[in-house]
């Protein structure tokens, strides 16, 4: 059975002093644990059968075991900050009372007089083994406290909250919990909850999201490639549209996987739909489009370019211009045909044919974006330029919802070499949109392979993407931007954009380096659990933080094969069974599609 080894974390950090109070406090306990279990009067009904049942269960089933309830198992023997250490009681015979199903992420409760404290097996033990068959052993079990309900004056219990206000002192009896408390705590009756799948160890109970919480502070689902983090993105918003078709999300899909997933809920603007003018890009933003293309400028051409941009911005505002502070960062339109002017004004006025060379590679890659395809959508297809930036915001936004809650950006037919500047521009103007608006429409942007936006290396990616993700992670909840972070590289992910999102699943991670920044942005209820993060199955997740109840180790729901996104492995052994007929026609037809640059 799971759970009786020493974990790393109990053996490498504090149980050793533990062990050695426990071990001389252990002997006489029994008279003071009845003491204090007569002292508690309003006690639930404490120790029901203590006899296990003879048969071990079946490996494989124990995780749908219920645990006996309310069953006495130990008493507390040291207690400091959060977590205290249950030493678990033995039976003369010593064959174990220690219930078959009992293991890491199990809940236990320690019945107080004003309150039920409840507490997360994160850590078992037995730390001086026998030697001799049958011989008695000390088993420990370390449990994290993580809320509690309080007794009413008729005995019932208040819906669970986190937090503990009242330590259970030591000696506190420890009882295994029954079905009402496992409801009280996971079930949430008191907020606005979606199910999203179930524990693992108790696949009748559901694991359940607090809507408002896991939105307002935004939050993460990390794991390797292939764990399930798209399936579980799916999951978590087709749970939440179920009870608010009148949401507000937008996805960065870069791989134009969600759009099947999604179905008819979903708006899909990709390639040939997505427009995004380029006189929505600011000042860094265009500069690095066209030093992709080829235009290498300096900071006194830069400082030009700059001013030219922002007279003709003024120059298309007309009157409306005046007295207003216009800049080459405004959102207003502004035709590049009169910027190209400019440049070519200034080139008239050099006279060192040197001098000219920057202006003309500036001009060859204005050139070669404004007429090559894979740009249309920031250019368009006409030369008129018109103000259209409400329609394209409220496009993107879904106001109105019309049925369709999720506005999906296909990136996938975006240039990859402007890829980052468009999440950049995009993310700047949902954040631009939600202070001018005062937050007055709540928006969940989710941004999968977010470390390849904001990584943490400053020298990889684009400066403005990671400089406006990390604005929405930091002040985005201000203004009702709720921020969903996918990735399969948290260690390569801007530092503190984890730290931000105070819900994180963490799927399947193999990479130790991973491993350890995501153990660094968990509390310590949840340490113990991400011991099994190597093992985790597909859609198997490690979830912690203020949107679900407590730490848990959960399932999320499963996926019919149409809700999934597009993202299935190959499948070599089938696909090498027949060739191709028609071979070249096949070729052929890939390769006009990639000249349209549509997918
Ligand atoms: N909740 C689920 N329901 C059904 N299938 C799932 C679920 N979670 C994961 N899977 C299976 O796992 C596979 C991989 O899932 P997914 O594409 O979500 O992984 P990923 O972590 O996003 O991978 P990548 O890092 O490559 O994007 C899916 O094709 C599907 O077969
Ligand atoms: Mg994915």
């Not at 001799?132 to 079990?141: C, D, N, Q, R, S």
């Not at 309080?150 to 029954?178: C, K, N, Q």
């Not at 949401?247 to 708006?267: C, F, K, S, T």
């Amino acid at each position: 059975m799971e759970g009786w080894i020493v974990t790393k974390k109990s053996a490498a950090s504090h149980s050793e002093p533990r062990v050695a109070a426990m071990a001389a406090a252990a002997p006489q306990q029994e008279p003071q644990v009845e003491a204090v279990a007569a002292a508690t009067p309003k006690q639930e009904p404490r120790v029901e059968s203590m006899a296990m049942t003879a048969a071990v269960p079946d490996a494989d089933n124990i995780s749908f075991l219920l645990l006996s309830e309310n069953q006495r198992i130990g008493r507390v023997v040291s207690v400091a900050g959060s977590q205290s250490v249950v030493l678990m009681e033995e039976s003369a015979d010593n064959k174990a009372v220690i219930p078959a199903g009992l293991m890491m992420g199990t809940i236990v409760k320690m019945p107080l007089p004003e309150t039920v404290v409840y507490g997360l097996v994160c850590g078992l033990s037995v730390p001086i083994p026998a030697t001799e068959p049958g011989a008695p052993e000390m088993k420990i079990m370390e449990v994290e406290l993580i809320g509690e309900s309080v007794r009413g004056e008729d005995g019932t219990l208040s819906p669970f909250r986190r937090g503990v206000s009242m330590s259970p002192p030591l000696t506190s009896a420890v009882f295994t919990t029954s079905q009402n408390d496992l409801r009280l705590v996971f079930l949430r009756p008191d907020i606005a909850t979606a199910r999203i799948g179930s524990l693992h160890q108790e696949r009748r109970l559901p694991a359940l999201i607090g809507i408002d919480d896991l939105l307002g502070k935004h939050f993460a689902v990390v794991g390797a490639t292939g764990s399930g983090k798209s399936c579980s993105v799916t999951v978590i918003l087709r749970a939440i549209l179920e009870h608010y078709p009148n949401a507000h999300m937008i996805v960065l899909d870069p791989h134009n996987e969600y759009g099947h997933a999604l179905g008819d809920r979903a708006e899909v603007i990709g390639s040939g739909t997505l427009q995004l003018p380029y006189w929505l890009f600011n000042f860094e933003e265009i500069c690095e489009v066209l030093i992709q293309a080829g235009a290498k400028l300096d900071l006194a051409e830069a400082a030009l370019f700059s001013e030219y941009i922002a007279n003709a911005r003024r120059q298309f505002l007309g009157p409306a211009a005046e007295g207003r502070f216009i800049t080459a960062d405004t959102p207003s339109p502004y035709r590049m045909t009169l910027v190209t002017q400019y440049i070519d004004d200034t080139m008239g006025r050099l006279e060192k044919p040197e001098s000219l060379v920057p202006y003309h590679r500036l001009k060859a890659a204005i050139n070669l974006i404004t007429s090559d395809g894979r740009f249309a959508f920031m250019f368009g297809s006409g030369i008129t330029v018109r103000d259209n930036m409400a329609s394209i915001l409220s496009r993107i936004l879904r106001l109105p919802v019309d049925g369709k809650p999720v506005t999906i950006l296909d990136l996938s037919a975006v240039p990859s070499e402007i890829l980052n500047v468009t999440v950049s521009v995009l993310c700047r103007l949902l954040f631009d949109f939600a202070v001018w608006s005062d937050g007055a429409i709540p928006v969940l942007l989710v941004c999968e392979e977010a470390h390849r936006y904001a990584p943490e290396d400053d020298k990889a990616g684009f400066g403005p993407a990671k400089r406006a993700l990390s604005r929405i992670a930091k002040e985005g909840r201000k203004y009702g931007l709720s921020l969903c972070v996918a990735t399969q590289r948290p260690a390569e992910l801007a530092a503190g954009m984890l730290s931000q999102c105070n819900t994180i699943f963490t799927m399947r991670l193999s990479h130790q380096r991973d491993q350890e920044l995501v153990r660094a942005a968990l509390s310590d209820a949840a340490i113990g659990l991400l011991e099994a993060l190597p093992t985790l199955g597909n859609a198997e997740a490690i979830a912690v933080g203020q949107g679900i109840a407590v730490p848990m180790r959960m399932v999320f729901t499963e996926l019919t094969p149409e809700q999934r996104p597009k993202s299935a492995s190959a499948i070599f052994s089938s696909a090498w069974k027949n060739d191709i007929a028609n071979g070249e026609d096949f070729v052929q037809e890939v390769v006009d599609r990639w000249r349209r640059v549509r997918r």
